[in-house]
């Protein structure tokens, strides 16, 4: 019973490309997030979103921007690929509160050539 | 800025014995923890939540919170090779609703 699901497992764009990564939820969450993985740089926030077309950058947001028109779907865009945006994306939700913690997506292995 | 700190290991432990995770936070208003554990190459599973000073226990896991010293763990008991993962520490930031996640500590249970 998937409950945050990632539209593509694994994408590979070239640079330049507009690329969209999706993230739909069934738990009914108010919050949504997108963070990246690096090897030693851990889990950062790119975005995060607390209602329907709410939005608030996170700790790295250059380069992305994030759209929220329905409570179970939180995309996020990368509006000219770079190299160095070849990363893990991981999209997490959480309920208002966040007093049980994120649930996370199966996350978006991204290669940017 | 808001810190959550763990040693990033790599931790080897062999099999049967216990693993002790360790984790410090800045924000003294944090009131929920969790731990997370991370396959390589899969994304996080919550394994344990702790909100109140002391010990918590789920099947061979237990959670400890130490409010006062800013400091929680993760212990876990009769360590198996399918324990060997990454386990993340993340605290509930005061008066937000996100996370601050540690860098993760590697733990390997060596059979």
């Known amino acids: 019973d998937v409950k945050v699901t990632q539209s593509s497992r694994y994408l590979v764009k070239r640079t330049g490309e507009k690329v969209f990564l999706e993230c739909v939820q069934d738990m009914d969450h108010e919050n949504m997030f997108w963070y990246r993985q690096d090897p030693g740089l851990g889990l950062r926030l790119i975005y995060f979103s607390y209602d329907v077309k709410m939005k608030e950058k996170g700790d790295i947001p250059e380069g992305y921007s994030v759209s929220r028109e329905k409570k179970e779907r939180f995309s996020l865009i990368l509006e000219s690929a770079s190299t160095n945006q070849t990363s893990m994306y991981l999209c997490a939700s959480s309920s208002a509160g966040t007093r049980n913690g994120y649930t996370f997506g199966s996350g978006t292995r991204l290669t940017v050539v | 800025q808001k810190e959550v700190e763990q040693n990033s290991g790599p931790l080897s432990v062999p099999e049967g014995a216990i693993a002790s995770l360790n984790c410090t936070y800045s924000?003294?208003?944090?009131?929920?923890f969790f731990w997370y554990r991370q396959y390589s190459g899969k994304s996080p599973e919550l394994i344990m939540s702790?909100?109140?000073?002391g010990d918590k226990e789920d099947g061979r896991f237990t959670a400890q919170l130490n409010k006062a010293s800013q400091y929680v763990s993760l212990l876990i008991r009769d360590s198996q090779p399918s324990d060997s993962a990454t386990y993340l520490c993340a605290a509930l930031i005061q008066g937000a609703q996100k996370l601050v996640f540690g860098q993760g500590t590697r733990l390997t249970i060596n059979p």
């Open positions: 702790i909100y109140s000073n």
């Open positions: 924000d003294r208003g944090s009131q929920s």
